[in-house]
């Protein structure tokens, strides 16, 4: 009366690593952030909020040219306008950064979209965690339950299993996880603190500089071109102003969560591989290891057990 | 049969047990207290606000700066609000709302939306919505705080010895779209990411850890709270802060705070409202 005690300390094994591992490794955590950062991204990433980002570059830029031009001609000296001078002095900087931000937003999309059509990414570690249950009970059933016991295991394990190995298809993490692989690669240079304090340096000059604009700098002679360009970015300024705060708010609300993200990425570089990029994989050799496994103990009656 | 006998057992004693549990916690659930925690007066109705003004030099009335960072309250640098005149756009004049000031003992939400397509700030209760940089923004304060989701109480004022402390925490700015504790405490974040089914857990197991355990409630709020003074004869008041802004495009900076007005003794407000 032997039992499969190879197959049953395998699934034991097995148990024990996916039910801790995704909770010792903040499994949970990372999902929910991937999740949270990729809904708070939607509004921002949809081709309205896009175009509406270019059409507001493009007035800063055009105002702005309108602003030198009016300087140039009214011999307009330094100290006037300290909000706009300081402006002035650093826009070139602040729409190559504001640019460069919005060329990576846009060039992110595709993954970006892709990644969000996963379905149920912060699920997952749940699933894993179940699977490893199931590997537990079926290692027990196993080592000390009776014949019908035993193979109703297997069976639960084994459907467990193909769950598990089924999952990045169903799901489209098999097409996903690469495209977050990427979008992350793309976001990394933008998604940091310091990158985000500059953002909001920017912006702060930027409102400084419109203040001025509509009140101060009002009083200014214009005409023409300059002046239709300095009339234009005052009266869709509140739209500006509000796409700039949302884009640097959601930025900044969101370090940590791409931190949590890029974190999962990392998991796997000792081995040279990207975690996203591995991770429908391995989900696909646990499903297979483990119903290898249960199958490889399924109980015979009279050969192994009563 | 013999099945349902053995399963009556069990049964009965999970029963008996959860009911000896609950009588016995229901009979240690402690009185609520009247009056304020450590003594005093609570302020309840309107700290009605009286408009800011600058007359020669001197700011008075109801008014707001932003600190930048690494300065400090008393000296700057502030922020500079290129639609305000006063101390060259370095204070913000604030006129009393549709209510007339702050409600104390209630909330004065926000309406739905909030904002108008511009990102003005339509909450018009406490304080006129005002212009800076080119949007309007306004105050409200609300049951859940709209920047940090977390639940806070609402606006207490309490008097004792003639100096006014306050919790301000609901004290909420709303601007291009975008919100802003300014409270005092400050409410904790309730933003982080978490697990599905993570926020009912917690909740269930803080209402088991209160209930039967005598856990202390993690605490909501951190940080001081309002300060100011009161002129029992007058009802003349005034109620200073500052409140560090967490996030958004003026992450780091620092709103302060100052109203003035007289206190009008009333009811209190529904829950909620």
Request: glycine fraction near 14%; hydrophobic fraction near 40%; charged fraction near 15%.
């Amino acid at each position: 009366m032997r039992r499969p005690t190879v197959a049953a300390l395998g699934l034991l094994a097995l148990g024990v690593l996916l039910t801790v591992g995704p909770i010792a490794g903040g499994l949970f955590a990372k999902a929910a952030a991937g999740t949270q950062m990729i809904d708070q991204f939607a509004p921002l990433m949809t081709a309205d909020a896009l175009a509406r980002d270019g059409a507001d570059l493009e007035t800063l830029r055009n105002g702005t040219a309108g602003v030198d031009a009016i300087y140039r001609r009214q011999d307009i000296a330094a100290g006037w306008f300290p909000g706009l001078d300081t402006y002035r002095r650093q826009s070139t900087a602040i729409l190559d950064r504001a640019s460069g931000l919005l060329d990576r937003v846009r060039a992110t999309g595709p993954d970006y979209r892709r990644v969000a059509q996963i379905g149920g990414f912060d699920r997952m570690p749940f699933l894993i965690v179940a699977g490893g249950i199931v590997s537990l009970y079926g290692g027990c059933v196993l080592l000390l339950g009776d014949f019908r016991r035993a193979r109703i295991g297997v069976v639960i394990v084994v459907l467990t299993a193909m769950a598990i190995a089924a999952y990045p298809f169903v799901s489209g993490l098999e097409g996903g996880a690469p495209a977050g692989h990427r979008m992350l690669q793309s976001l990394a240079p933008v998604m940091t603190p310091g990158e985000v304090r500059q953002l909001q340096r920017d912006f702060i000059v930027i409102v400084g500089a419109d203040g001025e604009l509509e009140t101060t700098f009002r009083g200014v002679p214009r005409s023409g071109k300059a002046a239709t360009e300095v009339a234009a970015l005052v009266d869709r300024w509140p739209t500006v102003s509000s796409d700039l705060a949302t884009l640097v708010g959601a930025v900044d609300d969101n370090i940590g969560n791409f931190k949590a993200l890029h974190d999962l990425d990392v998991l796997t570089s000792p081995i040279g591989v990207s975690g996203f990029v591995a991770f429908p994989w391995f989900l696909v050799g646990t499903g297979a290891l483990s119903a290898g496994i249960a199958l490889a103990g399924w109980p015979r009656r009279g050969k192994e057990m009563s | 049969m013999s099945g349902a006998r053995r399963l009556k057992v069990p049964v009965a004693t999970v029963a008996a047990i959860i009911l000896a549990v609950t009588v016995c916690a229901s009979c240690s659930s402690k009185t609520a207290a009247s009056g304020p925690p450590g003594g005093g007066t609570e302020l309840v109705g309107l700290l009605r606000l009286t408009p800011g003004t600058m007359n020669g030099g001197q700011i008075s009335g109801t008014w707001f700066r932003m600190l930048q960072p690494g300065g400090n309250p008393k000296d700057g640098p502030y922020m500079k609000n290129a639609d305000s005149s006063a101390d060259d756009g370095m204070v913000t004049l604030l006129e009393p709302g549709t209510s007339g000031g702050l409600r104390t003992g209630g909330y004065q939400s926000q309406p739905t939306p909030a904002f108008d397509t511009g990102g003005n700030s339509l909450a018009d209760a406490i304080t006129v919505p005002t212009k800076f940089f080119g949007v309007k923004f306004s105050i409200s304060t609300n049951p859940v705080d709209p920047q940090t989701k977390t639940p806070v109480a609402p606006p207490t004022v309490v008097l004792k010895g003639g100096k006014l402390t306050a919790d301000l925490a609901s004290w909420a700015a709303s601007w291009n779209n975008q919100n802003f504790n300014q409270g005092a405490p400050k409410p904790v974040q309730s933003t982080g990411a978490k697990a599905p089914g993570q926020a009912q857990a917690e909740r269930a197991w803080d209402w088991v850890s209160h209930r039967w355990l005598d856990s202390v409630p993690k605490p909501t709020v951190t940080g001081a709270g309002a300060t100011g003074t009161y002129d029992a004869k007058t009802g003349a008041f005034v109620l200073q802060w500052t409140s560090y802004i967490v996030g958004g495009p003026f992450n780091s900076f620092t709103g302060v705070w100052h109203l003035q007005g007289v206190f009008e003794p009333s009811g209190r407000a529904p829950a909620g409202a």
